[in-house]
């Protein structure tokens, strides 16, 4: 062996230690990144041909290694803008210029615009949420956008469906079809039930409906429907102002073995309440399904529940985020409006993505192509608000790596010495 060679080997030995060290060094200062995953240093041997009595040492060559695919502890919050991911996948960001990027650094805040920004300066992206679930491009970012929830000004929604699941008291007295509340008057009227429910116009006014149901037969019942700004101010009900009958008597039919409505029934059942364009009887009133499938007969008392939608004026107080992604403001009237969904990322090896400043990744040759889908489906984790993923950092650990670096190090610088040493003899062997 050449003693050039030996210097060479104890020099690639150093560097190769003092690249271990450069990883050790960066994983104690990332100790306390959220999401942040441990470098390590991975050696290989690079050896030479060799002749018979004559050996030629070669060197050691390194791979930088980030355990991406290993996830960290969690630790909660009290902001539920704080995200984890409980499981594989990563959350979707982009920068200031647009680029879309991976992590699974969820310490998100919202920044001036009421824009969602983790501490990297990253925003969160998510599908826009319709009257439909969000659809996800598989294998592209396009239609995804910043997850903006601003509190800028009041929003109110006017209602459009609303939804009765209630019981009818099969043992109740049948109502003489001549008393049935048919009209406004209120002459004789009589009922079997009667409830009321609070729908939103389209400027967040609380209108009132007041709902009758009375028991002509057996098995058979019959369902009006009035404007409760009708209503007499003594008696809160009858007799109602005029053109206050919103919708008429509708029969509804139950089978008498399970009490739930009949086939024919069904049809009838849902009713659609007139906007301002549809008679103008509530102004500003948004045309409203209300759905009453939901009925039974049966020998209980009357119990009832009402689902409607829309809100008043109010402005969002603060978000939520379900664990299929769902981002969901919520007012100050404790109503929940959903958003958003936030996409997930994935890639067959995460281990092999490119790593970029601010704890993000990006889509390398080795990796494989990003594939993009909601939380809680196709093996991508579920979303813990409220939550942040800790660094994978071991700082006992690294500070094993460290003694072993550096004794290798000083070892290889041995070496080193020797063979400048061993040089030097042989230099002087002229004089």
């Given at each position: 062996?050449?003693?050039?060679?030996?210097?060479?080997?104890?020099?690639?030995?150093?560097?190769?230690?003092?690249?271990?060290?450069?990883?050790?060094?960066?994983?104690?200062?990332?100790?306390?990144?959220?999401?942040?995953?441990?470098?390590?240093?991975?050696?290989?041997?690079?050896?030479?041909?060799?002749?018979?009595?004559?050996?030629?040492?070669?060197?050691?060559?390194?791979?930088?290694?980030?355990?991406?695919?290993?996830?960290?502890?969690?630790?909660?919050?009290?902001?539920?803008?704080?995200?984890?991911?409980?499981?594989?996948?990563?959350?979707?960001?982009?920068?200031?210029?647009?680029?879309?990027?991976?992590?699974?650094?969820?310490?998100?805040?919202?920044?001036?615009?009421?824009?969602?920004?983790?501490?990297?300066?990253?925003?969160?992206?998510?599908?826009?949420?319709?009257?439909?679930?969000?659809?996800?491009?598989?294998?592209?970012?396009?239609?995804?956008?910043?997850?903006?929830?601003?509190?800028?000004?009041?929003?109110?929604?006017?209602?459009?469906?609303?939804?009765?699941?209630?019981?009818?008291?099969?043992?109740?007295?049948?109502?003489?079809p001549a008393d049935l509340p048919s009209d406004t008057s209120g002459v004789d009227t009589d009922y079997t039930h009667k409830t009321s429910i609070k729908a939103f116009d389209t400027l967040g006014n609380e209108v009132l409906f007041d709902v009758y149901f009375s028991k002509t037969g057996d098995n058979t019942w019959e369902?009006?429907?009035?404007?409760?700004?009708?209503?007499?101010?003594?008696?809160?009900?009858?007799?109602?102002?005029?053109?206050?009958?919103?919708?008429?008597?509708?029969?509804?039919?139950?089978?008498?073995?399970?009490?739930?409505?009949?086939?024919?029934?069904?049809?009838?059942?849902?009713?659609?309440?007139?906007?301002?364009?549809?008679?103008?009887?509530?102004?500003?009133?948004?045309?409203?399904?209300?759905?009453?499938?939901?009925?039974?007969?049966?020998?209980?008392?009357?119990?009832?529940?009402?689902?409607?939608?829309?809100?008043?004026?109010?402005?969002?107080?603060?978000?939520?985020?379900?664990?299929?992604?769902?981002?969901?403001?919520?007012?100050?009237?404790?109503?929940?409006?959903?958003?958003?969904?936030?996409?997930?990322?994935?890639?067959?090896?995460?281990?092999?993505?490119?790593?970029?400043?601010?704890?993000?990744?990006?889509?390398?040759?080795?990796?494989?192509?990003?594939?993009?889908g909601f939380p809680g489906a196709n093996g991508m984790g579920s979303i813990v608000s409220g939550a942040l993923e800790n660094s994978t950092v071991d700082i006992a650990e690294e500070l094993t790596r460290m003694i072993e670096s550096q004794?290798?190090?000083?070892?290889?610088?041995?070496?080193?010495?020797?063979?400048?040493?061993?040089?030097?003899?042989?230099?002087?062997?002229?004089?």
């Amino acid at each position: 062996m050449s003693l050039y060679g030996m210097m060479r080997t104890g020099s690639s030995g150093m560097n190769a230690q003092a690249s271990r060290l450069s990883t050790v060094a960066d994983n104690i200062a990332n100790s306390g990144t959220t999401g942040y995953k441990a470098a390590s240093t991975e050696f290989s041997s690079l050896l030479l041909p060799s002749v018979s009595g004559n050996y030629n040492s070669g060197a050691v060559q390194t791979d930088i290694r980030y355990g991406i695919s290993n996830q960290g502890a969690l630790q909660y919050t009290s902001s539920t803008t704080d995200l984890a991911i409980n499981g594989g996948g990563f959350f979707v960001v982009e920068d200031t210029s647009g680029v879309p990027y991976m992590t699974r650094a969820g310490s998100f805040v919202p920044n001036g615009s009421g824009e969602l920004v983790n501490a990297g300066g990253y925003k969160l992206l998510g599908y826009p949420y319709t009257t439909d679930d969000p659809t996800p491009v598989v294998n592209g970012y396009a239609g995804l956008e910043p997850i903006k929830i601003s509190s800028d000004g009041l929003i109110a929604t006017g209602s459009t469906f609303g939804e009765f699941i209630a019981n009818l008291d099969a043992s109740a007295d049948i109502v003489d079809p001549a008393d049935l509340p048919s009209d406004t008057s209120g002459v004789d009227t009589d009922y079997t039930h009667k409830t009321s429910i609070k729908a939103f116009d389209t400027l967040g006014n609380e209108v009132l409906f007041d709902v009758y149901f009375s028991k002509t037969g057996d098995n058979t019942w019959e369902m009006a429907i009035f404007n409760a700004a009708g209503r007499d101010a003594t008696s809160g009900s009858f007799p109602y102002a005029v053109d206050s009958l919103v919708v008429p008597q509708i029969p509804l039919e139950f089978d008498p073995t399970t009490g739930k409505l009949t086939a024919a029934s069904e049809p009838d059942a849902t009713v659609v309440l007139p906007g301002a364009d549809a008679g103008g009887l509530v102004p500003n009133m948004l045309e409203m399904t209300l759905d009453f499938t939901s009925l039974t007969q049966l020998s209980y008392d009357f119990t009832i529940r009402a689902e409607v939608n829309g809100n008043a004026p109010s402005e969002v107080e603060k978000i939520q985020v379900s664990g299929d992604g769902v981002v969901y403001a919520q007012y100050e009237n404790g109503d929940l409006l959903p958003m958003y969904r936030l996409a997930m990322a994935t890639v067959q090896s995460p281990d092999q993505l490119n790593v970029i400043s601010g704890n993000v990744y990006s889509q390398s040759n080795e990796s494989g192509i990003v594939i993009l889908g909601f939380p809680g489906a196709n093996g991508m984790g579920s979303i813990v608000s409220g939550a942040l993923e800790n660094s994978t950092v071991d700082i006992a650990e690294e500070l094993t790596r460290m003694i072993e670096s550096q004794r290798t190090y000083t070892a290889n610088s041995k070496v080193f010495q020797t063979g400048s040493d061993l040089m030097e003899v042989l230099v002087n062997l002229k004089r």
